[in-house]
């Protein structure tokens, strides 16, 4: 192991990754413990509910995708959710694979009511910055979001310069 004297050049906390990741880890215990008690869901179980609730319906797939969450995780909350009568579910008319998950009116009424409650914890957190840092911080994560995006799609674009990167189109 590396004496942090080893190395003077490096620092976790310089790193957008760590510093996003200790914040998203921050704000979901915060969020999971508020959300088990208020309404007695699991995180996961959260964001199955208001990922329905916000589109009317979809698939595990695209609850995963959408969340980036790994399906085996939305999965089983969406068991759950089942299982307790908050959400339903219906086969895909045009593909047998598929069942959408939609939410049953109970389902409807807590997602409404823990809706409130998120966005209010949410205004919390940004309650410091002026409307103007609000907008921009929205700007800069979602910049940062589409160029992580680009590394997911081609992997050898995150090593190569951000100029050619953007600009040169990768076969597949």
């Known amino acids: 192991m590396t004496a942090p004297s080893d190395n003077p050049f490096f620092s976790l906390d310089e790193l957008l990754s760590f510093r996003l990741t200790h914040l998203t880890n921050s704000m979901n215990k915060i969020a999971a413990v508020s959300i088990d008690e208020e309404f007695g869901l699991a995180l996961s179980e959260w964001q199955v509910l208001a990922s329905i609730g916000e589109t009317g319906h979809s698939s595990v797939m695209g609850i995963a995708r959408r969340t980036r969450i ?7 909350a969406s068991q759950s959710l089942l299982k307790r009568g908050l959400i339903a579910r219906k086969a895909d008319p045009q593909d047998s694979r598929r069942a959408w998950l939609t ?4 389902g409807r009424l807590l997602f409404s009511r823990a809706a ?3 966005q209010a914890r949410n205004a919390t957190y ?3 910055l002026s409307p103007g840092e609000q907008l921009l911080l929205t700007e800069l994560l979602g910049k940062v979001q ?3 995006d680009r590394f997911v799609l081609d992997p050898r674009s995150e090593t190569e310069p951000a100029s050619e990167a953007s600009t040169e189109p990768h076969s597949s």
């Open 103 to 106: 939410l049953t009116e109970e």
């Open 70 to 76: 790994d399906k085996g995780w939305i999965s089983r």
């Open 116 to 118: 409130v409650t998120s």
């Open 126 to 128: 940004i309650e410091e």
């Open 146 to 148: 589409r160029r992580v």
